[in-house]
């Protein structure tokens, strides 16, 4: 049997409340509008137990329709008056509540009772008002338990809907501390490292020295600009916006000449005929640049390196190649240099190839598609 909708204190009153009005009405019939019929214990039993199991008509339908139609069909047999309303309640019940091989049982039974009963007790008359009254409580009973099913199936669907928005709440919180954490790695690891090599090769010379702490105060103001920006997409009410412009593809410029002054000669070439591209695309490309440069600049001296843009129909091709020495350089593995340019790359629908190249230095190249780009 399927399991009532609502349990608890009030529900089992109002059940209670049923029976006893059914009861008392079949019981005024009995004596008060049957005043010369015959009353004895039996009659009065059997009216009460047609009325009384409703009690049961939320947790047990089938049940309460049996116990109050047999009692019915006993009053009926014995010519003893009644109403019938327990049935038909019964009926309703077990239409709205009862598992679906009891409705069955139970439709089947009622079909032969609204006959045959009237048959038996030579009451053919009353079988058009038996077939409508349990045809009634029995599509009622049908129609309740179709909006209950289907108020349930909402509800259901709700807290599915809810735990999606969290889950997906939750994910897009991770995936921006991730993004975040990159730019960071990218921002951080390229100043610094240019700001460690303008250090060491100040010297002792003081033409050399001002020259190398010009160039640290700028790119130490060029990093607090985008760290500022990253910070406050973590905190977006803490500042006024910012005006400084994303990093892009047109600042690649500025990109090379930190680099120079860092030491490493750095020539640029562009294949194609260049074209609008996506804002994720281009920053994703000049971050890769910028973090190749970066590891370039950390694990070699006086090398140089070529940064090649290849537009190309549909994607984005970026490349890197430096000619620092031939031998082999341990870069850090748990480090999120090569590994965040590969999630960019990733992210994007591209790839990334790292490797060593075979006349001495490193070689990045990516590939970013332009139509798959969010």
């Known amino acids: 049997m399927e399991e009532p909708s609502a349990r608890g204190s009030w529900p089992d009153v109002l059940d209670v409340g049923l029976a006893l009005t059914v009861a008392a009405f079949e019981l005024s019939d009995l004596f008060l509008f049957n005043a010369h019929g015959h009353h004895d214990a039996v009659n009065v039993f059997l009216s009460l137990a047609s009325a009384l199991?409703?009690?049961?008509?939320?947790?047990?339908?089938?049940?309460?329709?049996?116990?109050?139609?047999?009692?019915?069909v006993a009053l009926a047999a014995l010519n003893a008056a009644h109403l019938g309303l327990g049935p038909i309640a019964a009926a309703y019940a077990v239409a709205c509540w009862s598992?679906?091989?009891?409705?069955?049982?139970?439709?089947?039974?009622?079909?032969?009772?609204?006959?045959?009963?009237?048959?038996?007790?030579?009451?053919?008359?009353?079988?058009?008002?038996?077939?409508?009254?349990?045809?009634?409580?029995?599509?009622?009973?049908?129609?309740?338990?179709?909006?209950?099913?289907?108020?349930?199936?909402?509800?259901?669907?709700a807290a599915e809907l809810a735990r999606e928005r969290e889950a997906n709440a939750t994910l897009a919180a991770e995936m921006e501390r991730a993004r975040i954490a990159r730019e960071l790695h990218d921002v951080l690891t390229h100043s610094v490292s240019v700001m460690v090599i303008q250090a060491q090769a100040a010297g002792?010379?003081?033409?050399?020295?001002?020259?190398?702490?010009?160039?640290?105060?700028?790119?130490?103001?060029?990093?607090?600009?985008?760290?500022?920006?990253?910070?406050?997409?973590?905190?977006?009410?803490?500042?006024?916006p910012s005006r400084v412009p994303q990093p892009s593809l047109d600042r690649l410029d500025e990109l090379f000449a930190a680099v120079r002054a860092a030491g490493v000669e750095v020539s640029f070439t562009q294949e194609g005929t260049a074209c609008?591209?996506?804002?994720?695309?281009?920053?994703?490309?000049?971050?890769?640049?910028?973090?190749?440069?970066?590891?370039?600049?950390?694990?070699?001296?006086?090398?140089?390196?070529?940064?090649?843009?290849?537009?190309?129909?549909?994607?984005?091709?970026?490349?890197?190649?430096?000619?620092?020495?031939?031998?082999?350089?341990?870069?850090?593995?748990?480090?999120?240099?090569?590994?965040?340019?590969?999630?960019?790359?990733?992210?994007?629908?591209?790839?990334?190839?790292?490797?060593?190249?075979?006349?001495?230095?490193?070689?990045?190249?990516?590939?970013?598609?332009?139509?798959?780009a969010p």
């Open 53 to 72: 199991p409703l009690v049961l008509w939320r947790r047990l339908p089938f049940a309460a329709l049996q116990l109050t139609g047999w009692a019915t």
């Open 99 to 157: 598992a679906p091989l009891a409705r069955r049982v139970a439709a089947g039974t009622l079909l032969l009772a609204v006959w045959l009963v009237p048959l038996l007790t030579n009451d053919v008359s009353s079988i058009p008002t038996n077939v409508a009254l349990f045809g009634a409580a029995w599509i009622l009973g049908a129609l309740m338990r179709e909006r209950r099913i289907t108020l349930a199936a909402l509800e259901q669907r």
């Open 204 to 240: 002792s010379d003081p033409q050399r020295m001002s020259t190398a702490l010009k160039r640290i105060e700028d790119v130490g103001k060029e990093s607090l600009t985008e760290l500022r920006g990253l910070l406050r997409r973590v905190r977006p009410d803490a500042e006024p």
């Open 276 to 372: 609008a591209v996506p804002a994720s695309v281009e920053l994703s490309a000049y971050r890769i640049v910028q973090e190749a440069l970066t590891n370039t600049v950390r694990h070699t001296t006086s090398a140089s390196a070529i940064v090649a843009l290849r537009y190309l129909p549909g994607e984005l091709a970026v490349e890197v190649l430096d000619d620092g020495p031939a031998t082999p350089i341990q870069l850090p593995a748990g480090g999120h240099g090569l590994a965040g340019m590969r999630e960019r790359a990733s992210l994007l629908g591209g790839s990334l190839v790292a490797e060593r190249r075979s006349e001495g230095g490193f070689r990045i190249a990516a590939r970013l598609p332009l139509g798959t």
